[in-house]
């Protein structure tokens, strides 16, 4: 690769990094624009939300042709390919996002007119804090190849976990003194677990992020863990198969 053409490549990596986190803010932005919508009770922005989604899914699609031009006709090795792969991959991450966003929209939707508890709109809230957080950290640990806050992302989303937890508890507790019917109980679960979805992505983000600025895997740590795990209980099975076997046999004659 000429030096021409590196200068070239890079500058095409990094419009492919601006895009993302231009991606991520139109992410962020649907969430809190859903979460606007349901606790307004306002269908209007609600559908309108779902109807944006559109922009979201063209600027992934867009990203993705980019870079797969760039590893068609670059042929790009090391460092360079994984940011092109880990752009990939976020770019799905983000556009799952913006679907969970327009999810909410739709849970709104099916509980139109349904008063919500003040503890939980008050848990709905904070969940929506901390899903818009999480996108933020995910995308600053991207843009700014920092791989330590990309590995803090797991342990920032405890924060959402407890929140889902809770806002479930309160649900039930909501449900069994009958301040909700069954219907809005169950969207208001569902909704709590695309908010708990959100957070997950963004970790994943932080993953690909670990992988594109060192090389390592940290998705491959429980696959290898489940291969080691594995081999003696697959060890034991092909033992008892083969004693199966010969029994099978002894029986037969």
Known sequence: MTEQTRKGFH????????????????????????????LRYDLVEAQQVIDDDDYIDVAAIEVEEKCQSLLALQQPMAGDLRQILAAM???????????????????????????????????????NEEAIRLIRLAVDSYSEHDAALAS????????????????????????????????PSVQLALIARYYE???DHAVNIGDRVRYMV????????????????????????????????????????
Not at 20 to 34: N, T
Not at 161 to 181: A, G, P, Q
């Open 214 to 253: 060192s090389g390592i895997m940290p998705w491959r740590v429980g696959l290898d863990r489940h291969r080691v795990g594995d081999e003696p209980r697959m060890r034991g099975l092909s033992a008892d198969a083969v004693e199966m076997s010969s029994n099978g046999d002894d029986h037969a004659d």
């Open 89 to 127: 991959w976020i770019t799905g991450e983000l556009e799952r996002t913006g679907g969970l966003a327009c999810n909410i929209c739709k849970g709104a939707r099916r509980m139109f007119r349904t008063e919500l508890p003040p503890r939980l709109r008050g848990l709905i809230a904070e969940m």
């Open 152 to 183: 803090a992302l797991d342990d920032i989303d405890d924060r959402l976990d407890s929140l889902h937890r809770t806002f479930v508890k309160t649900l039930l507790e909501s449900s069994r003194t009958h301040d909700l019917d069954v219907q």
């Open 197 to 199: 979805r959100i957070g």
């Open 11 to 38: 500058a095409e990596i990094d419009e492919i990094s601006d895009l993302i986190v231009q991606l991520a803010a139109r992410a962020g932005d649907a969430v809190a624009r859903a979460t606007d919508a349901l």
